[in-house]
């Protein structure tokens, strides 16, 4: 091979690389409550789905109110015997915004970890 043929193949491996490495690793494909969402009446869990399976005993789903206070129950777990869903149930909430921190572990042992926003407007009878 020519020198440039060369370099042009390791450019190539450069790229290809790290978006097949990106691609191991666990993103939420569907969330409930969703990301901005605007509840009427207060959800008893937040549920993410992710795109491929995650490790049970490292990832895990967090709720905090806009004090930083957690309003879940501790009780982070798989979900619907499925190995790509988390679940993690919530105490009752009263209006406000609340902030779900996600952190997934794959198979390969690589961590993700984001978080968003939804909030609950409960009509006040
Ligand atoms: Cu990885």
Known sequence: MKYSAVLAFVFTLMLVVPVGTARAHAFPEHQVPGAGAELDSPPK???IRFDRAVEPLFSTLRV???ASKRVDAKDSHMSHGRTDT???TLK???NGRYHVFWIAVGRD???THGDYWFSVHKAVP
Request: net charge negative.
């Open 92 to 94: 009752p909430m009263i």
């Open 109 to 111: 042992g690589h961590r």
């Open 64 to 66: 905090e109110n806009e």
């Open 45 to 47: 869990a937040v549920t």
């Open 86 to 88: 988390l679940a993690v």
